[in-house]
């Protein structure tokens, strides 16, 4: 499958969207008037190794609000991740080993998990910011994730825990109205 162009006219999946590594097309597009989705998982794990996908510059899902369980990108190429109209995610993963932007500008709930993180080294943005997000249900992981000098999450509340390692180039974190942590 070279192509999502056929899907163009899809606002909602009620199930999971699994994009394999074997997608040969190089964007998205055709998933671009998705609104809402079961789950949508990109690249796979095999016996422990993780298999992304390999042609994709851009991943930009404009209209993309809702997404009930997992959202997962596992990628080598991505450099644009783009998810400007997301609010409300219940797992939210990212895999990608030199992205430059990331966009969730509108996020504001993820209901389990945010984690970054590879097996090698993960590079992102010089700032790294999740604006609108308040709520965590359960943990923020960042791990290995190098080149990031700012990370924000200025209206973050609450979570069960947050673990941050592997950072060594952050110069500034923020997360002035965080008001509870349960670990």
Not at 55 to 74: C, M, Q
Request: glycine share 6%; aromatic share 4%.
């Amino acid at each position: 499958l070279t192509s999502l162009a056929a899907l163009a006219s899809l606002k909602e999946v009620v199930g999971t969207v699994t994009i394999n590594p074997t997608y040969a097309g190089t964007s998205f597009a055709g998933l671009e008037n998705l609104e809402q989705v079961g789950g949508l998982v990109m690249g796979r794990v095999i016996q422990n190794a993780t298999i992304g996908l390999r042609w994709i510059r851009e991943i930009e899902l404009p209209n993309l609000k809702k997404v009930a369980s997992e959202l997962t990108f596992r990628a080598d190429t991505v450099e644009t991740l783009s998810l400007p109209a997301l609010e409300k995610v219940g797992n939210l993963s990212i895999q990608i080993k030199d992205v430059k932007d990331i966009d969730f500008s509108a996020l504001s709930v993820i209901g389990e998990n945010l984690s970054m993180k590879v097996n090698g080294v993960l590079n992102a943005p010089e700032k790294l910011s999740f604006p609108k997000l308040s709520l965590i249900g359960n943990q923020l992981a960042l791990s290995n994730v190098y080149r990031v000098k700012e990370l924000a999450f200025p209206e973050l509340k609450s979570a069960t825990a947050i673990k941050l390692e592997q950072m060594n180039a952050v110069e500034t974190l923020n997360f002035t109205q965080l008001e509870q942590v349960a670990d």
